[in-house]
């Protein structure tokens, strides 16, 4: 952990070393995943993923196997698109994309259940970074705006009466290279929080701007993104497969 806090997850999940520099001579150190691999200790060279949406639900993580009562069928599978690094000295970057789960997007929506056309939101494709780490959905600042005009949001810090969430679109990202497509709804896009002030449940929108950072042609799928998803990451096949969750559970 450096002096930003940043981290790889509790227990560290990327599929490559990370680096601490640039330098041949810096400091490499594998991920616990990655030293399971390379010790031949998996069935299978994967993991899977299933994140809570709010303290009532329960996580799953399966190491070398499916998520629970799911099969390769019952989910889309993205290749990895590893064209793309960023090898500058900005921490924020290098540390996102030393990582190796990163995939290709190329356009994104937002609907209301069907009522209207969709509105597109993504002007240009992009490499999404796929983190646990990362507790938001940084996306081109055009995009966020977007996003928070169709939804209600006034600027990125504003929140909505959780009970509306009902009356809100859906936020769709298509993958390339086969235009596969995941779709979240309001119970996944938007964040509860507590308000101890004026002891109110508020949600926040998880979609933050990424500014000067998304020049370099990348985004995050951060945890917001997993959390309304069975997510299956590949390291033989150099893949991501999702699969969409219901809301059973969710009070």
């Given at each position: 952990?450096?002096?930003y ?12 070393p ?6 041949p001579?810096?400091f ?18 994967i ?5 809570t ?19 390769r069928?019952?989910m ?11 090898d500058?000295?900005?921490?924020y970057w290098?540390y ?10 190329t ?5 209301s ?16 970074v ?8 940084g996306?081109?600042?055009?995009t ?15 929140w909505i009466?959780?009970?509306k ?7 769709t990202?298509?993958?390339g290279?086969h235009?596969?497509?995941i779709t979240?709804?309001?119970w996944d ?10 002891k ?8 933050f ?8 042609g ?7 993104f ?11 096949r150099?893949s ?7 809301l059973e559970?969710?009070?």
């Amino acid at each position: 952990m450096d002096e930003y806090n940043i981290f790889d997850t509790a227990l560290g999940l990327s599929l490559f070393p990370s680096r601490s520099g640039n330098e041949p001579e810096d400091f490499m150190t594998a991920s616990p995943f990655n030293s399971m691999v390379q010790q031949g200790l998996l069935d299978s060279n994967i993991f899977s993923l299933t994140l809570t949406r709010n303290d009532h639900e329960r996580g799953e993580l399966v190491l070398g196997g499916l998520p629970s009562n799911l099969t390769r069928e019952d989910m889309i599978e993205i290749p990895l698109d590893l064209s793309k690094t960023d090898d500058s000295d900005h921490h924020y970057w290098r540390y996102y994309t030393m990582g190796g789960w990163q995939i290709p997007v190329t356009n994104m929506s937002i609907s209301s259940y069907g009522y209207q056309d969709p509105i597109p939101v993504l002007g240009t494709p992009q490499i999404a970074v796929i983190s646990s780490s990362c507790s938001w959905i940084g996306l081109p600042t055009e995009t966020v705006e977007k996003i928070h005009i169709a939804i209600g949001m006034n600027h990125p810090y504003d929140w909505i009466d959780c009970d509306k969430r009902k009356e809100l679109p859906n936020w769709t990202t298509v993958f390339g290279p086969h235009g596969q497509q995941i779709t979240l709804s309001s119970w996944d896009y938007l964040i509860e929080v507590y308000d101890k002030v004026y002891k109110q449940l508020k949600c926040v929108s998880a979609f933050f701007p990424l500014e000067r950072y998304g020049e370099k042609g990348f985004i995050i799928l951060g945890q917001p993104f997993l959390n309304g998803l069975y997510s299956v990451f590949d390291a033989d096949r150099l893949s991501i497969s999702f699969a969409n969750r219901g809301l059973e559970g969710w009070r």
